[in-house]
């Protein structure tokens, strides 16, 4: 498939820039290099989903912390980062309380422990909305364009990028995320470094309940909003908050999520394509009581009732990537941003809070770099690029790989153990005290402690 080549013949000529992937990175950074004042960017991004937004399949809640939210900041016009930040603006007291699933007991409410990382939830479709605004507006946004193969091309020290459906380009930026799989721009370039992990499962649930259907949630999760269980090698998190209409005033109807993570054989509850949906969740449900020993009025029947859009899948993770572009200048053309370079597990909810950071961070660098707005397809070098995307990975590698490892030790605590539970009562009694919270903090993976800058 060619893509037709309209954008690409403006004058003053562009940089173009294609980004792989309307994901939350991809969004991005394509608003942000849109509203470039000089227009120095010509902006193209390609998404295999026809409609990438689907509001079932993707109706859970992000938590932004500070690195979602200057993510924003930076990419968003003041405009629309305003008008996003009422939409999330009443909801800290729903921070997820963690509890004992075996018997209920509420060992924390995460938005009063002044030590834990702020962090503000926001519909993930409402997040979208406002992110595919302006890409729609300025006809950057192209649906149903799977990219699936990628070449570089030498053209002397200008070299392009040339994706299946393209005739060149001069950057491409992967914004793919880690569920692409074999056709990932990852693995094309050769990274290979985002993997599922091995024997480990995640079964999920989720869709839009109506107000009698709410009323039978456990008082639990009506009360707290959002639940999180750690029960050494199965964790967990369910929610339930009330949908708003496009006008952000509340509706009769609710969004329930849940996610179970555990051994790879919980993936087989969800197996039997003749089986229906209640089917599955209640053998769910009966594993729980009977292979846990969790309070059969708690989870189970939030599974139970949250039996809609039943998913079962793999966790993917990723390691710090070895020196892939082995000094070939022109691989400096291709940036991986996103879950793309570092999927990481969702236990910490970070995955969206550092795509959102990486698209800020390299949108910084493109626009503060001295491409001419006259000339810029000369005046971006290979060796320009390269130094770009090395800048670029300097800053990201640190800062998203630190998370990606703190995800994947935060399930290493058992609550519903004496050791377990003794470690994290430690734990809540030093944050509360806040004297010897940071080392207990830190063995727990829980978090940092920092107030979010609007
Ligand atoms: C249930 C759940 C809860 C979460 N909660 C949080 C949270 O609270 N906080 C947080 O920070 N993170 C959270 N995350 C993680 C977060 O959703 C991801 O880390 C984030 O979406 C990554 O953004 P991305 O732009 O890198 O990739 P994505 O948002 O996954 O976007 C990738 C896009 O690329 C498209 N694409 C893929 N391959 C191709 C191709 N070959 N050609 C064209 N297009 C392609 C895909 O269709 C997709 O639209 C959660 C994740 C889940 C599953």
């Known amino acids: 498939m060619t893509y037709p080549a309209t954008n690409f013949t403006s004058n003053p000529p562009r940089l173009r820039v294609l980004i792989v992937g309307a994901g939350l990175s991809g969004l991005c950074i394509a608003n942000s290099l849109l509203r470039d004042p000089a227009q120095r960017f010509d902006v193209s991004v390609f998404e295999r989903d026809t409609v990438a937004f689907d509001s079932e399949r993707g109706g859970y809640q992000i938590r932004l912390g500070q690195d979602g939210i200057t993510g924003l900041k930076t990419c ?72 699936d193969s990628l070449v570089y091309q030498d053209n002397g020290d200008v070299s392009e990028v040339v994706l299946k459906f393209e005739d060149g380009s001069k950057i491409v930026i992967a914004a793919d995320g880690s569920r692409s799989k074999a056709s990932s721009l990852n693995r094309l370039a050769g990274l290979n470094n985002v993997k599922l992990l091995a024997g480990t499962a995640v079964c999920q649930g989720r869709g839009k309940i109506d107000a009698s259907t709410r009323a039978k949630l456990p008082k639990i999760l009506l009360d707290n909003g959002s639940l999180l269980y750690l029960s050494g090698e199965t964790t967990g998190f369910c929610a339930v908050y009330e949908l708003k209409d496009a006008r952000g005033n509340p509706t009769e109807d609710s969004f329930l999520f849940w996610g179970h993570n555990g051994p790879e054989k919980i993936a087989d509850l969800f197996a039997g394509t003749d089986d229906d949906d209640d089917t599955k969740a209640g053998r769910m449900a009966e594993h729980m009581v009977r292979d846990l020993g969790f309070d059969p009025q708690i989870l189970p029947e939030v599974v139970r009732i949250g039996n809609r859009n039943l998913k079962a899948g793999q966790l993917s993770s990723s390691t710090t990537p070895h020196d892939w572009r082995e000094g070939v200048a022109q691989r400096g053309r291709l940036i991986f941003i996103g879950d793309s370079i570092h999927a990481m597990t969702p236990s910490r909810g970070q995955g969206a809070n550092q795509a959102m950071r990486d698209a800020a961070e390299l949108s910084n660098l493109l626009l503060g770099n001295s491409i001419d707005a006259e000339s810029p397809r000369t005046r971006l070098t290979d060796k320009d690029a390269l130094a770009l995307a090395k800048k670029f ?62």
């Open 76 to 147: 968003l016009s003041p405009e629309t980062y305003l008008e996003l930040s009422q939409a999330w603006g009443q909801e800290l007291s729903r921070a997820p309380a963690i509890f004992q699933p075996t018997d209920g007991t509420i060992l924390a409410k995460l938005a009063e422990l002044k030590l834990y990382p702020q962090s503000r939830a926001v519909p993930r479709t409402a997040l979208k909305e406002y992110l595919v605004r302006l890409p729609m507006e300025r006809g950057a946004l192209h649906f149903g364009r799977r990219v």
């Open 393 to 454: 990975d300097e800053e990201m590698y640190p800062r998203a790989f630190g998370w990606v490892k703190a995800s994947e030790t935060a399930g290493n605590v058992d609550t519903t153990t004496w050791s377990g539970y003794l470690k994290m009562s430690l734990f809540l009694n030093a944050v509360r005290l806040g004297g010897l919270a940071v080392t207990l903090r830190d063995s727990l993976g829980l978090g940092t402690s920092k107030t979010l800058t609007f």
